[in-house]
């Protein structure tokens, strides 16, 4: 390697979590940054110094860099149904609330204006990729597009109608024609996000799974959420959902569990037997009193469980730092196991277990030479977050998202000390509030005339 050699940009934090290899925290090194947006190395700042003349040096002295973090479960565009319908369990909540303000409200350009104030909202708390459930995924690509975020687009179906579609063969359809459009752009990646057991037929099922061979595409589904999912689900077809899944074929290393709260101990091992993630929503969870998923049992059986807010209705802030705290200490207080999900288990969790799911490990997750250079910096700086005994820890239990001051996706940074970089997240941003009194309006004079 020449001395000389030019790099787009070296990032010189106090310290790094790079995920891989794991268990480690960096002090004293730095990344460099191609052109191509590709992490280059990751080395003492000494021997970069010699390697490398840098376009531009970020110092970060009070800093932690973590890969962005991966939200493995969202409906972004539900920002603007942000505490819609408080207080409710699930099927009160989705059948008097949620569906019917969708059923008025949903629209390409609801879509894209809730998205955007969710990739804002995620963008300044670390979050780098978000795994989409929601109508219109080609609104959502690109309010994501525009604003420098990457997505993980989900072809949502559910056997009902609405505005973005007419059954589940028009979902299908529009997706894949999307998809087709999109596949080479570089921040978007695809999945089938059939919405639920529930919510979909086997000749569904049979469909998706069929494009799945064709396309290699994984699937996203909500499984096993609430215990009466499940009771109605054996009364209609005779076995658990996830069992339906497992007679459909569907059981296997591209399927995300979404939730997945109530697993008993042969699903626990089929799971793991298979392959199959688990995106673990802890607040959603709790607030719609879903219940509390064992996941002490989940990580030893080897299961790949990732972590996602789900959407605002249900959380209601899009903030994997609290999410990560919260994860952590559930896992310890429903097993009475201090020692389960640590640190390190959790950064991996809301990093790398989240692009595996999607099957985007290979690009992003880790801080390694070769991938992208999708980061986030955390500031451990104020005197609320010290003394630093253990910074992995710190990451969990200590700073909240309002730590993070840069991010970067794909290279680029597009939150500099906490400001938007990009003419498209500034413009988000300029239009946020008037965005958000046009469909509050809206929706309180659809619900007023009901
Ligand atoms: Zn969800």
Redesign the pocket.
Same mark, same amino acid.
């Given at each position: 390697m020449q001395k000389s050699t030019s790099v787009h940009e070296l990032i010189v934090p106090r310290w790094i979590v790079p995920i891989e290899p794991a268990g480690v925290v960096l002090e004293g090194h730095a990344i460099a940054i191609d052109e191509t947006g590709t992490v280059l190395a990751v080395l003492p700042v000494a021997d970069m110094r010699e390697r490398y003349v840098a376009q531009q040096e970020t110092h970060l002295p009070d800093h932690v860099v973590t890969p962005g973090l991966f939200n493995l /479960?969202? /409906?972004a565009a539900m920002t603007l149904l942000r505490g819609l319908g408080d207080d409710l369990p699930l099927m009160e909540w989705l059948t008097t609330r949620i569906w019917p303000a969708e059923t008025a409200l949903l629209s390409k350009e609801f879509v894209a204006a809730g998205t955007r104030l969710a990739c804002l909202e995620m963008l300044r708390g670390g979050t780098t990729c978000f795994s989409d459930?929601y109508f219109f995924p080609d609104a959502a690509g690109s309010a994501a597009r525009e604003i420098g975020i990457r997505a993980h687009l989900g072809i949502t179906v559910i056997d009902l109608p609405t505005a973005g579609g007419s059954d589940a063969d028009d979902y299908l359809d529009r997706g894949l024609a999307l998809y087709d459009r999109l596949r080479n752009e570089p921040l978007l990646s695809f999945a089938f996000a059939p919405h639920a057991p529930y919510t979909i037929s086997d000749a569904t099922f049979d469909r998706i799974s069929m494009l799945m061979g064709q396309t290699g595409l994984p699937m996203q589904i /909500?499984l096993h959420?609430t215990e009466d999912e499940i009771r109605r689900e054996v009364a209609e077809h005779g076995i658990r959902p996830a069992m339906r899944l497992e007679r459909l074929g569907l059981m296997g290393p591209s399927l995300t569990a979404? /939730?997945a709260v109530h697993l008993d101990d042969r699903e626990v091992a089929m799971f793991a037997d298979r392959g199959v993630s688990i995106a673990h929503?802890p607040a959603?969870n709790l607030k719609l009193a879903s219940g509390i998923p064992r996941i002490a049992p989940y990580l030893d059986a080897g299961i790949n469980l990732g972590i +996602?807010t789900? +959407?605002t209705a249900?959380n209601n802030r899009l903030d994997m730092p609290s999410e990560m705290r919260l994860a952590a200490l559930l896992a310890k207080g429903a097993s009475g196991r201090a020692d389960v999900f640590g640190a390190h288990q959790v950064l991996h969790a809301a990093t790398l277990a989240g692009a595996k799911a999607c099957g985007l490990d290979e690009r992003i997750g880790s801080i390694v030479a070769g991938k992208q250079a999708d980061l986030a910096a955390f500031d451990l700086s104020a005197l609320d977050y010290n003394p630093i005994f253990d910074v992995a820890s710190h990451l969990i239990f200590v700073a909240g998202r309002e730590a993070v001051t840069d991010v970067w996706v794909a290279g680029k940074a597009v939150v500099r000390k906490r400001q938007f970089m990009s003419d498209g997240a500034r413009a988000a941003e300029g239009r946020g509030a008037s965005d958000i009194a046009l469909w509050q309006n809206r929706m309180r004079s659809q619900l007023d005339a009901r």
């Open positions: /479960h969202t /409906h459930m /909500h959420e979404v /939730h929503c959603s +996602g789900d +959407g249900s």
